[in-house]
T-cell receptor, first 113, second 117 residues
């Protein structure tokens, strides 16, 4: 158990509304990641963080922003949700014996109507 | 750009059969990591294994084994004597090796394995 929680676990929202997903970790890991999983696409990286207030874009960052004001929390914000952002969102941390494996949270299922 | 191809979208086997899941990758990096993850029907992602590009030794863990061949850019996963509990989607992934860095993962699209009793 990598001590990662995500909230909410499920959310239904309407197009145009802002949405914030939270990833919380309890083990002081430096690196945190947000991925989205869609049928036929596997998982794709949205944004990642390499420290407090240090973030960078991933492969599919358009329409998303992130913030990390403290080590344990990494927030993903959809400023104005669209139906194309309906997906399952996974947060991950980097840890493991060599410090390079990524361990994932339980996921958040987001539906944008 | 890095790319991971899992050509088998779905595989169905009968319990106790052996099954191999294929993974082919593309990268310009000379050093990199390869990973396999399992996603059971409950939806969580479970880390299975990591290999370094400079270590081509195959690995066995119980009924699971992994065959890494740098010459063919492949990192295949074999389940011996499959069981119903092996039913899941399996993802192969690739990342660069960045000293103290972010090691972003690039995933294949996954192979859905169904093991029938």
């Amino acid at each position: 158990d990598a001590g990662i929680t995500q909230s909410p676990r499920h959310k239904v929202t309407e197009t145009g509304t802002p949405v914030t997903l939270r990833c919380h970790q309890t083990e002081n890991h430096r690196y945190m990641y947000w991925y989205r999983q869609d049928p036929g696409h596997g998982l794709r990286l949205i944004h990642y963080s390499y420290g407090v207030k240090d973030t960078d874009k991933g492969e599919v960052s358009d329409g998303y922003s992130v913030s990390r004001s403290k080590t344990e929390d990494f927030l993903l914000t959809l400023e104005s949700a669209t139906s194309s952002q309906t997906s399952v969102y996974f947060c991950a941390i980097k840890a493991g014996l060599a410090g390079v494996e990524q361990f994932f949270g339980p996921g958040t299922r987001l539906t944008v109507l | 750009a890095q790319k991971v191809t899992q050509a088998q979208t779905e595989i169905s086997v009968v319990e106790k059969e052996d099954v191999t899941l294929d993974c082919v990758y593309e990268t310009r990096d000379t050093t990199y990591y390869l990973f396999w993850y399992k996603q059971p029907p409950s939806g969580e992602l479970v880390f299975l294994i990591r290999r370094n590009s400079f270590d081509e030794q195959n690995e066995i863990s119980g009924r699971y084994s992994w065959n890494f061949q740098k010459s063919t850019s492949s990192f295949n996963f074999t389940i011996t004597a499959s069981q119903v509990v092996d039913s899941a989607v399996y993802f192969c992934a690739l990342s660069d090796i960045t000293q103290g860095g972010s090691e972003k993962l690039v995933f294949g699209k996954g192979t859905k394995l169904t093991v029938n009793p």
